[in-house]
């Protein structure tokens, strides 16, 4: 009987694989909630590594899985309905992982495939101080490769979901997916309240036998010794056993293994890939940073900070009555007091200062600002609403919130100065990136949020005593290597002390502090000021410029016979191609941030007004912008660092034209490239026949000479070759009068012709009569702009 028993999962998992390529996913969905229903736990055992592996994929991304985060409901909407519903936390998937858990399988994950630190600590045999790993290192036995961790089912299932976000490479994500809106993003969101609930208590996990409960984790006895941080050759098995949970423990207790191991599964695969020593390593320029984070991944960490927020807000008030007091706090209630502190606070806070650090100069940064605004506003996420008569007007921040920014102070100070080291660098005309200068000055602009991080740093500037190295481990974290159902010590009331330690702790004893509201940071908001400034002006000067050239349009535009076109200069810029609307907003987003950072730091209007008429000194008479700081050299002009800056950051620019002859500049995006090329040679054999009469004509005094001159000469041309022999390769043989076809090569030209000749036939005018008024027409202008042209500049000789 043993023999067929083994053979059993094995005939259902090759079934199972077989259906992935025969049947729907609909259809699949359905058979294996049927299979979880019928199958006892120990035929499902060997199909759950597969199962899991192909919902979410493989650990080395080869295998896509269910592609949760591409699958969208309005593309895919069955399908995104039956996965969501499949992989609930009441759904067929979660009702498997708690079958098996209630038999204490195990599943080996892959030591290699963990975040960098925690990989390197346990190879390295050092033991994590995340309680996670806490006696499930497993070494290979003999002629086996790699460490594995030995995770029990619900732990395996939520490695993988996960690190899913990380191991699956987002170049199969098109541009037009929201990550938002993927399952994947609901999914998390989805085991976010149901296991971390800002209302109720965690809902117990279904159990076969009535009136049992899943059992959480039992003991596991390690076979290596580890080294661990502050603790001298001691074993795992020894550390991890005094402070482990036993089965029989409280209900409550079981319901909290797994909104913690949930947690920290979540906080280690999203965010522990730099560590304390790596992340003062990352400082150096020089270091190659070994992960980067995608805007997908920062959207789901924000998730994240946003509902630890509420979570964590949601914990009851203290009872005011002494007799309540006694009444001791449920674990739920206890998890919800430290579960930022304790779990969040230092990885975020080193891979935002990555991020600040490392993240390219563009747009995308938006998500990582949005996520760092989201954790610095926790009231933001309080269950007390703002009275109705009072949302008009900025909320001030309570007093109740004091202890939060002091024990976070480097996440508003350090943090806001390393993005005004990134807004000093950015193009500020940009809307983009006007917005998130105003998003940011708009958070710190709150009603009494700058006096309580001032207050922080009076608290950090205190005199004291000096604080033992590592010694914020004692209040920051439980008894080493516990869970945190184990004993905390008490609670510290010193404010400076506890200011002091969360500083020390995530930069070291010799962290020389900059104070945001010190003179150097001063000097920082005041520059930005000024860029703030300057990019108002360029912003207008663009408007005007835009405006200036929309009026300029005239009806021979439409034939492409403006000068500028024909000589190829640009005097736009990106925001022509944005429009009015979007300038207008960049212009609001800076007035808006220049007022919010007045506000915040106290500025001089005096200040600001010198400022603003330097910026505008800074333009010339006709508003356009002046050229980029340079200096003379024997090559001719070559940028300083400031006006490569001035570049760069879109304050000034060079005026770009075409320097050589019109006829030989490069085919346009508006020309018929078969049409430039056969007229060109067109007007080059009749240039070559008639040059002696063209002569002839352009050298006459009267009316028809000034106009053969100014139609058939280029005297710009002939003066730029004087100075700049370099110009003459770029120039073809004759410099003399020259009859030039090549505008009839524009496709506005041939639609006008066709227009036309259209027209003439309509009213019977006939081919020869309409090429007679094209010709008409074409020499009245050619001689209104004649007479202009000799009235507005004399023809020089």
């Not at 590594?49 to 493989?58: A, D, H, K």
């Not at 925690?118 to 101080?129: G, M, N, R, Y």
């Not at 007390?384 to 202890?403: C, I, T, Y």
Request: hydrophobic residues 40%; proline residues 7%.
């Amino acid at each position: 009987m043993a023999g067929p028993q083994l053979q059993q999962p094995s005939f259902l998992l090759a079934t199972l694989k077989a259906d992935c390529v025969n049947k729907p996913f609909v259809q699949r969905c359905h058979d294996l909630e049927t299979v979880i229903e019928e199958f006892p736990a120990k035929e499902l055992h060997g199909i759950f590594p597969w199962l899991v592996e192909s919902i979410f994929g493989s650990l080395d991304g080869i295998i896509v899985g269910w592609n949760l985060r591409c699958l969208q409901g309005r593309t895919n909407p069955t399908e995104y309905s039956v996965a969501l519903d499949f992989l609930d936390p009441s759904g067929p998937m979660m009702k498997l992982v708690y079958k098996l858990q209630a038999e204490e399988y195990r599943y080996d994950f892959p030591v290699s495939y963990l975040p960098g630190p925690v990989k390197a600590s346990i190879q390295e045999q050092v033991l994590p101080e995340c309680s996670l790993y806490h006696n499930k290192v497993q070494f290979p036995s003999s002629g086996g490769l790699g460490l594995n961790l030995a995770l029990n089912p619900f732990e395996y299932y939520m490695f993988y979901f996960a690190i899913s976000l990380i191991t699956q490479k987002s170049s199969a994500v098109t541009h037009h997916i929201s990550p938002s809106n993927s399952a994947y993003f609901i999914l998390v969101d989805t085991y976010l309240k149901c296991f971390l609930p800002t209302e109720g208590s965690v809902l117990p996990p279904p159990s076969s036998n009535p009136g049992g409960a899943i059992p959480s984790p039992a003991p596991r006895s390690p076979a290596v010794p580890f080294t661990s941080y502050g603790m001298h050759h001691t074993s795992l098995l020894k550390r991890h056993i005094a402070h482990q949970p036993s089965v029989n423990a409280d209900p409550a207790s079981q319901e909290i293994w797994r909104s913690e191991t949930l947690l920290q599964i979540f906080v280690e695969m999203w965010l522990h890939h730099y560590s304390l020593e790596m992340y003062q390593k990352m400082q150096s320029p020089h270091v190659k940073e070994s992960f980067k984070p995608t805007e997908e991944h920062v959207l789901v960490v924000r998730l994240l900070v946003k509902h630890l927020h509420a979570f964590s807000n949601s914990l009851k008030p203290e009872p005011l009555s002494p007799s309540a007091h006694s009444h001791t706090a449920s674990p739920l209630e206890e998890f919800k007091r430290v579960v930022i502190p304790r779990f969040v606070q230092e990885k975020l806070y080193i891979f935002l200062q990555h991020c600040f650090g490392h993240w390219p100069l563009d747009a995308s940064f938006r998500a990582v600002l949005e996520m760092w605004l989201s954790y610095l506003q926790p009231w933001r996420y309080a269950p007390e609403k703002p009275p109705q008569s009072a949302e008009s007007l900025p909320r001030s921040v309570s007093e109740k919130w004091a202890a939060f920014i002091q024990e976070n102070l480097l996440m508003y100070t350090k943090l806001f100065v390393g993005f005004l080291n990134r807004a000093l660098r950015t193009d500020l005309v940009s809307p983009k990136n006007a917005l998130m200068v105003f998003r940011v000055a708009k958070v710190f602009a709150q009603p009494n949020l700058a006096e309580m991080i001032l207050k922080g740093e009076q608290l950090f500037l205190e005199p004291e005593l000096v604080i033992p190295h590592r010694q914020h481990r004692l209040f920051m974290t439980p008894s080493f290597g516990g869970r945190f159902l184990s004993s905390w010590p008490p609670t510290i009331t010193d404010a400076s002390f506890k200011v002091k330690s969360h500083v020390y702790s995530l930069e070291g004893q010799d962290f020389q502090y900059k104070q945001m509201f010190g003179t150097e940071v001063r000097n920082l908001v005041l520059k930005l000021a000024q860029l703030i400034c300057q990019a108002q002006q360029t912003a207008k000067s663009i408007s005007d410029h835009s405006a200036e050239t929309m009026g300029a349009h005239s009806f021979f535009s439409w034939f492409r016979l403006t000068p500028s076109e024909m000589n190829g200069s640009y005097t736009g810029n990106d925001l022509d191609e944005i429009g009015q609307d979007s300038i207008k907003k960049t212009d609001e987003y800076l007035e808006k941030a220049l007022e919010y950072l007045c506000h915040i730091f106290k500025l001089n209007e005096a200040q600001l007004t010198q400022m603003m008429l330097k910026c505008g000194a800074a333009q010339d008479e006709n508003g356009r912008k002046q050229l980029p700081d340079c200096i003379e050299s024997e090559g001719g002009l070559v940028l300083t660092p400031l006006g490569r800056y001035q570049i760069i950051n879109g304050l000034r620019r060079f005026e770009v034209q075409y320097q050589g002859d019109t006829e030989l500049q490069p085919i346009r995006s508006y020309e018929s490239a078969t049409l430039v090329r056969l007229l060109f040679r067109l007007s080059s054999l009749l240039n070559q026949r008639f040059a002696a009469q063209l002569e002839v004509l352009c050298s006459r005094e009267d009316f028809v000479g000034r106009l053969c001159r100014y139609h058939l000469t280029n005297p710009q041309l002939t003066q730029r070759i004087r100075y700049s022999p370099a110009v003459k390769d770029r120039t073809s043989q004759s410099l003399g009068p020259r009859i030039s076809l090549r505008f009839l090569a524009s496709y506005r030209t041939l639609i006008s012709l066709l227009l036309l000749y259209c027209f003439a036939s309509w009213f019977c005018i006939g081919p020869v009569g309409c090429t007679l008024m094209i010709l008409l027409s074409y020499f009245l202008y050619a001689v209104i702009m004649t007479l202009f042209s000799d009235y507005c500049r004399p023809h020089e000789h």
